[in-house]
């Protein structure tokens, strides 16, 4: 069964840093693209980053520009989202996505909390 | 990037069709045939209903159909159902290699 799984939710006090992972299982992860989204409290969805198969080439929201990175670890089949210099309306549930221009695949997201 | 725009509700009766817009620029939807649309119940993940304009995912009933006209993408849901009931989000691939989503639509059966 193709299943992705993320972890490394919490709260987090406004500057500081989390690390998001990304399980995935079922697929050769290696061959995809991962996109990572995210969902504040009751809006709408947000597009953040996007990372090639191979990781060498990312892209970002303006929103998370240097303060959020993505990494994958292709012999791990896991996905990374360093978040730093967090900010309160950082706060939201975060998805991990397979796929590029579209994703049939979702986790079932992890929760962010950003607040003193 | 600014969101797509879409209408924050629409509303239908068992067994009408509704038909959702999604419209963008020529940066994004006008500019790619990678238009995507997700329907999400509450607490749950989205779930991909239409990708590349038009075409379905295995499973997706054949009630949800896609098409594009210039900047604007549509869904439209035909003879709608009680579970139909849910956020509806269109998405498109950009000419900066990002991705957008829209702004979201309440679909209520009545």
């Known amino acids: 069964e193709v299943q992705l799984l993320e972890s490394g939710g919490g709260l987090v006090q406004p500057g500081g840093s989390l690390r998001l992972s990304c399980a995935a299982s079922g697929f050769t992860f290696s061959s995809y693209a991962m996109t990572w989204v995210r969902q504040a409290p009751g809006k709408g969805l947000e597009w953040v980053s996007n990372l090639s198969g191979s990781g060498g080439s990312a892209y970002y929201a303006d929103s998370v520009k240097g303060r959020f990175t993505s990494s994958r670890d292709n012999s791990k089949n896991t996905l990374y989202l360093q978040m730093n210099s967090l900010r309160a309306d950082d706060t939201a549930v975060y998805y991990c996505?397979?796929?590029?221009?579209?994703?049939?695949?979702w986790g079932q997201g992890t929760l962010v909390t950003v607040s003193s | 990037q600014s969101a797509l725009t879409q209408p924050a509700s629409v509303s239908g009766s068992p067994g009408q069709s509704i038909t959702i817009s999604c419209t963008g620029t020529?940066?994004?939807?006008?500019?790619?045939?990678?238009v995507s649309w997700y329907q999400q119940h509450p607490g749950k993940a989205p779930k991909l209903m239409i990708y590349?304009?038009?075409n379905r995912p295995s499973g997706v009933s054949n009630r949800f159909s896609g098409s594009k006209s210039g900047n604007t993408a549509s869904l439209t849901i035909s003879g709608l159902q009680a579970e139909d009931e849910a956020d509806y989000y269109c998405?498109?691939?950009?000419?900066?290699?990002?991705?957008?989503f829209g702004t979201g639509t309440k679909v209520t059966v009545l």
């Open positions: 590349d304009v038009s």
């Open positions: 996505a397979k796929g590029l221009y579209s994703s049939n695949v």
């Open positions: 020529s940066s994004d939807v006008g500019g790619y045939n990678y």
């Open positions: 998405s498109s691939y950009t000419s900066i290699s990002t991705l957008v």
